[in-house]
């Protein structure tokens, strides 16, 4: 080997992105949760646009509304962790579809009740099994015992999330 292709490499070398699991930014516990969410939601993202045209915001807001029978659209998009004009928006697109029955609510101002219909039914049970199956997958590496220790330490983040973002 040449001293050029000895320097180029160790140029290269020195060059290299780091491992993202090495890079400094993912030293901050935040970042790094932030980084393997965004890679949890872009394959999510791609799973259930491709199997079945939805994207995450409908997914989350069709989910939401299949564990009850009737939510109020301000709740919808609480449990769906959705700003109201996101939820909105998707609730339109799944009433377009026929999965989704939008009604004016009696004497609650703008509220609007939604449910889903017989299609939404359907679908809301094709992503569930779909998610369970996707779940599966990712906790297969885990013992039971380390899936709740995950599950419980996960939950004391999140009990965390206002009184960092309150600084």
């Known amino acids: 080997m040449s001293t050029k292709d000895v320097s180029r490499?160790?140029?290269?070398?020195?060059?290299a992105p780091t491992p993202?699991?090495?890079a400094e930014v993912n030293r901050y516990l935040a970042a790094y949760i932030m980084?393997?969410?965004n890679r949890l939601a872009a394959g999510a993202s791609?799973?259930?646009r491709r199997h079945f045209n939805l994207g995450m915001s409908e997914w989350r807001t069709l989910m939401?509304?299949?564990s009850s029978r009737h939510r109020i659209m301000r709740e919808v998009a609480q449990m769906a962790d959705l700003d109201v004009a996101l939820a909105s928006k998707s609730l339109k697109l799944l009433q377009q579809r026929g999965w989704v029955a939008i009604e004016p609510t009696q004497g609650r101002g703008r509220a609007s009740r939604v449910s889903l219909t017989a299609a939404g039914l359907d679908i809301h049970r094709q992503l569930r099994a779909s998610a369970q199956r996707r779940q599966r997958r990712l906790l297969s590496a885990f013992s039971e015992a380390e899936a709740q220790a995950l599950w419980s330490l996960l939950q004391r983040v999140e009990e965390r999330v206002a009184y960092i973002n309150d600084r």
Do not use: L, Q
Not at 9 to 15: E, L, P, S
């Open 9 to 15: 490499r160790k140029t290269a070398a020195r060059t």
């Open 20 to 22: 993202g699991r090495e």
């Open 35 to 37: 980084g393997v969410a």
């Open 46 to 48: 791609s799973h259930y």
């Open 64 to 66: 939401a509304i299949g």
